[in-house]
Nanobody, 125 residues
Framework: QVQLVESGGGLVQTGDSLRLSCAAS????????MGWFRQAPGKQREWVAA???????YYADSVEGRFTISRDNAKNSVYLQMNSLKPEDTAVYYC???????????????????WGQGTQVTVSA
């Protein structure tokens, strides 16, 4: 059974940093895409960042320059370093993984096969 488990969320102040972690088990994702999404109350889930096979990285405009996605294939894990946090970054953050190479957009939730349970990030003003 494949599982993605996020950790690292919490309550921080504007300008602070947090590092989210996502550990995968049940299969490896070294050749696939892993990404992060977030969902604020009353809003749709939105794409944040993606790492394609540990080589290329992509970011939403809203987090470009502040967030960094990275992977450790040996640990089957993906991370999201979040700096200069803003109140509008407040959301539940989800880790997602796609099984192998495929067509489609890494920004689309349908691109991914597996999801974590989410971790809350709250940024106070």
């Amino acid at each position: 059974q494949v599982q993605l488990v996020e950790s690292g969320g919490g309550l921080v102040q504007t300008g602070d940093s947090l590092r989210l972690s996502c550990a995968a088990s049940g299969r490896t994702f070294s050749t696939g895409t892993m990404g992060w999404f977030r969902q604020a109350p009353g809003k749709q889930r939105e794409w944040v960042a993606a790492n394609w096979s540990g080589r290329s990285t992509y970011y939403a405009d809203s987090v470009e320059g502040r967030f960094t996605i990275s992977r450790d294939n040996a640990k089957n894990s993906v991370y999201l370093q979040m700096n200069s946090l803003k109140p509008e970054d407040t959301a539940v953050y989800y880790c997602a993984a796609a099984a192998g190479l495929r067509s489609g957009s890494v920004t689309d939730t349908r691109y991914y096969d597996y999801w974590g349970q989410g971790t809350q990030v709250t940024v106070s003003a």
